[in-house]
């Protein structure tokens, strides 16, 4: 305890690392507050039918994933939640088209204009949705809480502006914060956001088993210790790492290579996609219940309620399946054995029993295939986990922190935070080790 105490003083010893904290929790409280701006034209008291359709369902993870702000009818009531989908259009789309593959190449400048593709169509999803969530309001909404009148189209078309500026706003914010602050800005503000509900969410739980005598004190208690064991299984989920051994060799005079003893390790995670597998298939779990809702046939209808149902089976079956292709997808994005086999080679590396070249690919190839496939599953189950407990007896606000998308993103990102934060400081003392050396080198 006392060495982590050491580690915070540490980081405001740092003026950078400061300054990168105090940027990231300033744009942070400016995207909460922009959560609680009602878009002109409606009002703020006549919201209470469209809290209730969040409330629960696949309404709730919407309101999560914008921090409320779906619920308040907030100029960010989109959220960034268009930026998400544009990137998985846009990383889908790197499989098939040649100019995207030719980007990726690219390095530094081919990541600005991917960058650049993204937010123009995160603009375009963004001037799709807007009506879309208009449309709701009007459907939910009394006629009298629109002030500019129910079907005025000064108030469509200034909501509509005024919602893809949101997007835009909060995509800004999410890159700010990755340039200039610490962390994944984009992760940041998901993850504050589904934090703003924790608080309301265990308070409910704690009146459904205390106050109503739903179970009492000891259910409570249980429930707690079950949640701080998924988190623990999702830290290690996210923190597991398979070693591959690498050896090296040296050319001899004569001109032939030897082996030099040297031995190093290339850290293969049991989970190399992170977050993402989740967040991509959670985006396209949205769409099964907007296509089929757009139908009155009773086919539609029944497809739309077993999609809407975020705790039935039909949901939570297609849901793990998407997170068990996208690991695999992502995975493979993210992880280029072919080029690691490639550097191995040019810096006389080998993997001992694997020759060097395709062999080494292929067999980089083949371990993260087994290595990722549990990780996947576990991934999965992790994601399905809140349907699991309220089947037990858990309230579903509880219950969305139970595991789930919640958890696992809240779990991801803090440890990519911490990390970074680790890495600054351990720069800082690094950087006054070489500069001390520097000095003594000038006195002598």
């Known amino acids: 305890m006392k060495k982590f105490f050491e580690s915070l003083a540490n980081v405001w010893k740092i003026e950078e690392l400061k300054n990168r904290i105090l940027w990231t929790l300033g744009l942070l409280v400016v995207y909460r507050f922009g959560a609680h701006v009602t878009l002109p034209g409606i009002d703020a008291t006549q919201l209470s039918n469209l809290a209730g359709q969040t409330k629960d369902g696949i309404g709730s993870i919407l ?6 702000s779906f619920s308040k009818a907030s100029v960010f009531a989109l959220g ?3 930026y998400i ?6 990383q889908l789309m790197g499989i098939a088209i040649p100019y995207l593959q030719k980007l990726q190449k690219d ?9 650049q593709i993204t937010r123009w169509l995160t603009i375009g999803i963004t001037l799709v949705q807007g009506p879309g969530y208009i449309y709701n309001l009007y459907r939910t909404l009394p006629s009298n809480a629109f002030i500019l009148g129910f079907d005025s189209f ?5 909501s509509v502006l005024i919602l893809t500026t949101g997007t835009i706003f909060a995509m800004w914010l999410g890159e700010k914060i990755t340039d200039k602050g610490i962390g994944n800005g984009i992760s ?3 993850m504050v956001g589904i934090l703003a509900r924790l608080p309301q969410a265990f308070i409910q739980e704690f009146t459904s088993t205390i106050t109503n005598n739903n179970g009492g004190p000891m259910i409570l208690v249980l429930e707690v210790i079950g949640w701080l064991l998924v988190i623990i299984a999702c ?3 996210v923190m597991a790492i398979r070693r591959i051994p690498v050896q090296y060799a040296r050319r001899t005079v004569s001109g032939e290579f030897e082996q030099d003893g040297n031995r190093q390790w290339i850290p293969l995670k049991l989970n190399s996609a992170g977050v993402m597998p989740i967040i991509f298939a959670q985006a396209i779990m949205f769409i099964p219940a907007a296509v089929a809702g757009l139908s009155k046939s009773e086919t539609s209808q029944s497809i739309a309620g077993a999609f809407s149902n975020m705790f039935g089976f039909w949901y939570n079956f297609v849901f793990a399946l998407l997170i068990i292709v996208f690991t695999f997808f992502y995975t493979a994005i993210t992880v280029p054995t072919n080029k690691m086999a490639d550097d191995l080679k040019r810096s006389s590396g080998f993997i001992p029993g694997v020759k060097p070249g395709i062999e080494t690919s292929d067999f980089l190839d083949k371990i993260m295939s087994l290595i990722t496939f549990p990780g996947s599953l576990f991934l999965a189950l992790i994601a399905i986990l809140p349907a699991i407990v309220v089947g037990l007896g858990v309230q579903q606000s509880w219950a969305m922190f139970f595991g789930g998308t919640s958890l696992i993103i809240m779990v991801g990102v803090a440890i990519d935070t911490i990390q970074q934060i680790n890495s600054y400081i351990l720069n800082k003392q690094y950087d006054g080790l070489m ?3 520097k000095n003594r080198k000038a006195v002598a």
């Open 85 to 90: 989908s544009a990137s998985i259009v846009v």
């Open 80 to 82: 960034i939640m268009p």
């Open 154 to 158: 000064s108030f469509l078309f200034s």
């Open 63 to 68: 309101d999560m994933f914008t921090g409320g």
């Open 235 to 237: 830290v290690l989920l």
């Open 107 to 115: 390095g530094e400048s081919g990541r600005k204009k991917i960058n």
């Open 435 to 437: 500069k001390t050396g």
């Open 188 to 190: 940041l503000l998901i």
